[in-house]
C-alpha cells in the first residue's frame, strides 16, 4: 500500500505508507486556521474519498502558495529538529515539484 502527492504540473509523487502518513500528518498541522478552506480541499481525497492522496492540482496559484508555504515550513522546520533525514529524498522530489510548477513562481 502506497500513498501520493498530486502536485500538479509535475505528476504525481509515490510514497510508501508509513513515510506517506508521517508528511501528510506533518503537512496537515502546518496549515494556519485561517488556510482552512485550502487544507480542505488539499486533503479531500483522504477525508472525503478515503484514498490516500492529497492533491493540489485543483488549487488557484493563491491556494497553491499557501499549500507549497506549508510543505515549506514543515521542511524547514523538521530538519532544524534533525527529524527529517529519513526521508530527505521524498521532502525533496515534493519540494522540487512545488518549486517547478508554473503557480509557485506566480506573483
Known sequence: ???AILVGERGDISIGTIPFTLIVNRIRS???PEEGD???KVFS???DGGMDV???IDLSS???????AAVEEVYRACNADGNLIIHESVWREILDAIQM???YAVV
Open 101 to 103: 510548477d508554473s503557480r
Open 54 to 56: 492529497i492533491s493540489a
Open 38 to 40: 485550502v487544507a480542505k
Open 62 to 68: 493563491d491556494e497553491f502558495r499557501t499549500f507549497a
Open 30 to 32: 502546518s496549515f494556519l
Open 45 to 47: 481525497p483522504i477525508d
Open 1 to 3: 500500500m502506497a500513498g
